[in-house]
């Protein structure tokens, strides 16, 4: 269930938002650019990128293996980012399991963009009587 900003203290085991969508297109387009580089650089328009592709070009020509050692490690963190965002969920009282999907889901796909909104949540803490 995704819950809207205002009804957020109402349903804090259901608690999810998307990430904002800026973040979240540089973080789709960086690492798909660096699939691109990694798997294919050959398909590479390196000189209509201008100082992008000099640069692309050089790491891809000279530093092959840390590129795609550094494309692994990036998804390595993302995995953890989404763990991390279940551990966190769990924390701050988000059991609905279709609401800890989204968070592991879109964390993966989005890293820090989505994380740091889990990250900022505070539920309302409910007085026990």
Request: hydrophobic share 45%; glycine share 8%; aromatic share 14%.
């Amino acid at each position: 269930m995704v819950v809207p900003k205002s009804e957020a203290g109402r349903s804090a085991e259901a608690y999810f938002r998307t990430a904002r969508p800026l973040p979240s297109l540089v973080t789709a387009l960086g690492l798909g650019y660096y699939t691109w580089v990694v798997f294919w650089p050959q398909s590479i328009p390196y000189q209509s990128l201008g100082p992008l592709g000099l640069l692309t070009q050089y790491l891809v020509d000279h530093h092959q293996t840390l590129m795609r050692n550094g494309y692994w490690l990036a998804w390595l963190i993302h995995v953890g980012e989404s763990l991390y965002a279940l551990v966190l969920c769990k924390y701050k009282g988000i059991t609905d399991g279709r609401a800890q999907l989204l968070w592991l889901t879109q964390t993966f796909l989005f890293g820090i963009a989505s994380l740091s909104i889990l990250m900022a949540y505070r539920p309302k803490h409910r007085k026990q009587t």
